[in-house]
């Protein structure tokens, strides 16, 4: 089995992302290449001032950016009505 490398993506106060491994400002669709491409890497955020994790956020919000993507105003619809009927979209 593969030792998983952990990346360390540092997000700042004006909500740039910021890689420590390759020491470089990055975006959600270049961290959301390297969880579809890299198999053993793990992306763990932090939010550099107040030092807590907040991977599951980061996550979810790359998630939402791809499917932002793919939006059109029939799921728009969609997506208000869930949030008015305070139905859960992951059950």
């Known amino acids: 089995m593969s030792e998983v490398n952990k990346v360390v993506i540092k997000r700042y106060q004006n909500r ?3 890689n420590t491994r390759d020491s470089v400002y990055t975006t ?3 961290l959301n290449d390297i969880i579809v491409n890299e198999e053993n890497t793990e992306l763990v955020f ?3 001032k ?3 994790e907040i991977t599951e956020f980061l ?3 790359i998630l939402m950016n791809n499917e932002r993507k793919r939006l059109n105003y029939s799921k728009k619809d969609k997506l208000l009505s869930i ?4 139905k859960s979209i992951l059950d």
């Not at 949030?83 to 305070?86: A, D, E, F, M, V």
Request: proline residues 0%; charged residues 30%.
């Open 59 to 61: 996550l979810f919000h």
């Open 28 to 30: 959600l669709e270049e």
């Open 16 to 18: 740039k992302l910021y």
């Open 46 to 48: 932090i939010d550099n």
């Open 50 to 52: 107040t030092k807590n």
């Open 83 to 86: 949030i008015k009927s305070q």
